[in-house]
């Protein structure tokens, strides 16, 4: 086999993995860009349908929230975060929506700081 049939196998192969990889999200603490006096709950988005960015805050700093709370992210994408609807054994649910009505979720093990989730 030629090094260029190599390359070739080896870059497609590449591109592949990248989009089977699924993306992820985590719950963080954030400062407001418009405020840095207002830290509040954020969600960082890694690779969620070609959005990668963390989203503007809610709620209070600690992410110790009940309801269910949106924050745009990407620009004209959404993350929701229901701690409602935390379930002892699924957790608290996260979903993305772009603005073509398109979404993708998980569930954080729990809603503290640091929770993390992967996409399907």
């Not at 209070?60 to 949106?70: F, I, Q, V, Y």
Request: with cysteine.
């Amino acid at each position: 086999m030629s090094p260029i049939s190599r390359i070739s196998i080896a870059a497609v192969l590449v591109a592949m993995a990248a989009q089977i990889s699924a993306g992820s999200f985590e719950l963080i603490t954030s400062t407001d860009p418009g405020n840095s006096d207002d830290s509040g709950c954020a969600v960082k988005v890694t690779d969620i349908m070609g959005c990668t960015g963390t989203s503007n805050t809610f709620g209070g700093g600690d992410c110790n929230l009940t309801g269910e709370h949106s924050a745009e992210v990407c620009g004209s994408a959404a993350v929701t975060v229901n701690f409602s609807a935390a379930d002892p054994a699924a957790g608290v649910p996260v979903t993305f929506a772009n603005n073509a009505g398109n979404g993708e979720g998980c569930d954080f093990p729990n809603g503290a700081v640091g929770a993390t989730c992967t996409a399907p």
